[in-house]
C-alpha cells in the first residue's frame, strides 16, 4: 500500500505574513488526514512558514533547488540552504520551469540529485503538452522524461513523481479520473523497466492539473493516482483541507 501524498504548490503567491497565516488556518483542518500532507512555499516563506509548522502534520517543501553544494551561482538557493530550516520536499522540473526558464531533462536531474543527496525529498513533475496528448505521443513524452529527468537513481521509490499534463495546469481542465490513471499506470510501468519492478511498485506518483474539492475523490479513488499536486486550490485553507480530507 502506498501512502497517498497531497502537496501544495504555492507559485510565486503569498507574502511570508500570508503563508504564515495560511498556514495556521490550514492546521488544525488537516490535523486528522490520513495521508502526507506538504505545501511547497516561495524560498522567501521558509523561515517563517517553517516555524508555523512546527509541532503539526504538515511538511514543508520548495519549488526549485540548485544542483550544486554552494558557489558562484548568483540568485540561486542549494539543497543545503533548504534543509537548514526543516524543508523536506523540493519540487523539481515542474513545467512551467521547464517552459519558461529553460529546466531540461538534464538540468532536472541534476535537481533531483542534489536534493535527494541532502537527504530530501524530490518531487518530479512530468507531463506532456497538449500538443502531444493530441498527435499521440504522450507515452513517448513521458518515456523519455522517466529516462532522462530521472536517470541515475538506485530506487525510484526515493522520489515522488508528479504527472501533470500541461493543458491541465492552471486552465480548469482536468484530466478524466481514467485518463489520469492510464497515464500514470503508463508511467510506474515504464518505471518498472528502467528501474525495478518492486520499486515501481512502491514509488507514489500524484496527479496534478487543477485538482479541486469537487474533482479530488473521483481522482484519488483511482488505483493508480497516489496524491495531489496543487497549484491554484492550495492557496485557500477551506479549499486545499477539503483535498486533503477527501476521503472523509
Ligand atoms: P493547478 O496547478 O492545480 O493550479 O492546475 C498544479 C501545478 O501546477 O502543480
Known sequence: MRRPIIAGNWKMNMTSA??????????????????DVAVCVPFTDIPAVSAALMGSNIRLGAQNVHFA????????????????????????GHSERRRMFDDTDEVVNMRMHAA?????????????????REGGETERCLSYQVEHSLKG??????????YEPIWAIGTG???????????????????????CPKCAEKVRIQYGGS?????????????????????????????FAAIVRYNK
Not at 537513481?153 to 508528479?162: E, G, H, T
Not at 503508463?186 to 528501474?195: G, L, N
Request: net charge negative.
Open 18 to 35: 500570508q503563508g504564515v497565516r495560511l498556514v495556521e488556518e490550514l492546521k488544525p483542518l488537516v490535523a486528522d488526514a490520513d495521508c
Open 69 to 92: 553544494e554552494n558557489g558562484a551561482y548568483t540568485g540561486e538557493i542549494s539543497a543545503q540552504m533548504l534543509k537548514e530550516f526543516g524543508v523536506e520536499y523540493v519540487i523539481v
Open 116 to 132: 535527494l543527496a541532502a537527504g530530501m525529498t524530490p518531487i518530479v513533475c512530468l507531463g506532456e503538452t497538449l500538443e502531444q
Open 153 to 162: 537513481l538506485d530506487d525510484v521509490s526515493k522520489i515522488v513523481i508528479a
Open 173 to 195: 481542465r482536468t484530466a478524466t479520473a481514467q485518463q489520469a490513471n492510464d497515464t500514470i499506470a503508463y508511467i510506474r510501468k515504464k518505471c518498472a523497466e528502467v528501474f
Open 211 to 239: 485538482m479541486n474539492a469537487g474533482n479530488c475523490k473521483e481522482l484519488m479513488a483511482m488505483p493508480e493516482i497516489d496524491g495531489g499536486l496543487i497549484g491554484g486550490a492550495s492557496l485557500k485553507a477551506a479549499d
